[in-house]
């Protein structure tokens, strides 16, 4: 979604400004803007399409005091008018802002009313007039009454022109992270844009508002009383954060995948006894024999993961599981009975329907584990118990290896209710060992990546697909479906297998190839049927199958053999051979891959 970055030290800040929107520049943007405080003067420039646009407009520009932002338009046009900072009429104040004003239809009327007009079609642009209406000469308290009557979500930076050396950041439910360096302070809406800098943080929580001075920090809550909080350290590398020797960062992502599931696994493992013992779970033996219900929220392929781990809490521990797209759910009235242990799984834990969901769930009294890659996040800080990828970071919008890792993490939480329940040491120790030979398996998968290029290429002019799968390889043909469309733009349709009868398979004909998942084995000999059924229609298939499964050659038309493993992580080899199909059928249609039209990384508004 939007990005803000703002600095105020001693340096040049719009160098520092423009290279920090470039670092979050994945998240996707449609506009970028920025304003300084130089010599006394409010100057500010804003543009549609890339940043070079602004570099080019901002020149030489040199200022210690700097807010930027790039906009993914929600309300209005991506104009220039509408791109940030937003300003009062008498330009003294700007405005970098992520996030929606709810009820800002009725502040503009109210504002409107008493003459204030309006340049831009923005939510934003109330709250640079509500702050100069209310300006008395305390600039903090200004932005803090105005941040009073918003309803809504949202991080923003503001600058004022009579206060040069300040800058007033806030944020309520949308992340904002403030680093702290000697002499000077850096504000993102991602802390990976801060790691070059600092590596001590502070995460704003919701309500709060930070003043930003050249003599440091100071934090205060919504009333504006003074807080004190603790700095917390970014625990990823710089060299996480670039593309290394690789084409595109979802390249990289995904044939980091052998390391990102080994850290996913990392003395996780209680071998001896067949489980697992995983930090940041504070839950003992006899709350987990208390659940009685699972209930998963999600989004995207946080859902697809959710999904798999539906069926695992299923078949292993043997507990019903009722699986949500955090977005439908949040406007359920949901039924959390006494025993409901919810699962909240979301890479980056920002986004606003998963918390959303959330705090719905959490309001109804049941405890939340949430199953997130970034530290700091909101969801994170909401949850009362954390399982963390460590992926390191996802830059490709596209999610990749935090799928992986989401399915190796939920996996070992599976087998540890099960354990815990009634599956057997002996059970427990052959799941471990499964697992443990995941990272080398995976390796094997990206080792066909030519054998996967080639089919791709053969298969890149189609505009239509189907996915299909049963049981395990039914989430992952949504998955595979979900990739194929985000980064090559191709209509792709994710289905069960065994529902093409009841409607869709009249869309197959020898234009609309099928990717078939088959390595689900308890399944596989049903699938087997349902694609005879495809290719009776002239369909064509390509098979991503286990090693090992037999009957394919003669039916189908391509098959890529991935290691044999149990079904239950079987997804995890398969959607690496579908991440790879996607990547070149994109590559080979020229679609942007790493930043994919329309779409965000964190998606923080509903
Ligand atoms: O950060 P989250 O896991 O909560 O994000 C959920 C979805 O927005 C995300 O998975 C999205 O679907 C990705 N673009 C998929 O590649």
Redesign the pocket.
Known sequence: MCGIYGYLGHRNGVKIALDGLKRIEYRGYDSAGLAAITEGKLEYFKEVGKLSELERLVGDLSSPTVIAHTRWATHGRVTRENAHPQLDESKNIAVVFNGIIENYQLLKEKLQQEGVTFVSETDTEVLPHLIARIYDGDFLKAVQQALLLLHGSYACAILHRDHPNEMIVAAHSCPLVIGMAAQETFVSSDPNALVHHTREVIYLSDGEVAKITLEGVEIFDATLAQISKETEQILHSVEETTKGNFEHYTLKEIFEQPQTIRNAMLSRFFEEYGTVAIDGLHISASDLLSIKRFLIV???????AGLVAGYMLEDLAGVPTQVEI?SEFRYKNPIVQEGTFVIA???????A??IAAVREIKAKGAKILAV???QGST?AREADNTLFLRAGPEI?????K??TS?LAVLSLFALLMARTKHMSKLEGQNFLHSLQKLPEQVQRVLDLAPQIEKIAKKYSRYDHFFFLGRRYMYPTALEAA??LK?IAYVNANGYPAGEMKHGPIALIDEECPTVALCADKVTFDKLLSNLMEVKARHGKVIAIAHEGAKGLENTVDEVIYVPDTTDELAPILSTVAAQLFAYYVAKERGAEIDR?RN?????TVE
């Open positions: 999600s989004c995207g392929t946080s859902f697809h955090s799984i979301s890479q980056s834990g920002e986004t329907d998963t997130c890659n970034v969801l490709g919008v596209c999610s990749t935090a799928f989401q979900l990739k985000e994919p779409l965000a990384k964190s998606v």
